[in-house]
């Protein structure tokens, strides 16, 4: 298991840029391939974008695809999700999240992944 803790959420408006944050606990961070979801109230728990254990590869969502960016770095235990040009459907709790296995199109299920953050809100408003 590893331990993740999200942040860097909070109120902009549309256009703007906000970059969120995972920290993960442990040393074995690196074998891990990361994941980012976003939830809205009353809506499943969707795909924002992945990346594997090296950072070479990535997914991401057609909804954020060009705005977003996922990158990691393992010697700092940490996951990070870019957001530029945001919009108002892109409020939501997003997620960080740990899957320890084959990378693939499967990262983007959440439901293969095993460990969770509690979330970080992000509110895209006028």
């Known amino acids: 298991q590893v331990q993740l803790v999200e942040s860097g959420g909070g109120l902009v408006q549309p256009g703007a840029s906000l970059r969120l944050s995972c920290a993960a606990s442990?040393?074995?961070?690196?074998?891990?391939?990361m994941g980012w979801f976003r939830q809205a109230p009353g809506k499943e728990r969707d795909f924002v974008a992945a990346i594997n254990w090296s950072g070479s590869n990535t997914y991401y969502a057609d909804s954020v695809k060009g705005r977003f960016t996922i990158s990691r770095d393992n010697a700092e235990n940490t996951v990070h999700l870019q957001m530029n040009s945001l919009k108002p459907e892109d409020t939501a709790v997003y997620y960080c999240?740990?899957?320890?296995?084959?990378?693939?199109?499967?990262?983007?299920?959440?439901?293969?992944?095993?460990?969770w953050g509690q979330g970080t809100l992000v509110t895209v408003s006028s």
């Open positions: 999240a740990a899957y320890r296995g084959n990378w693939g199109p499967h990262v983007t299920v959440a439901g293969n992944f095993g460990s």
């Open positions: 442990g040393r074995t961070f690196s074998s891990y391939n």
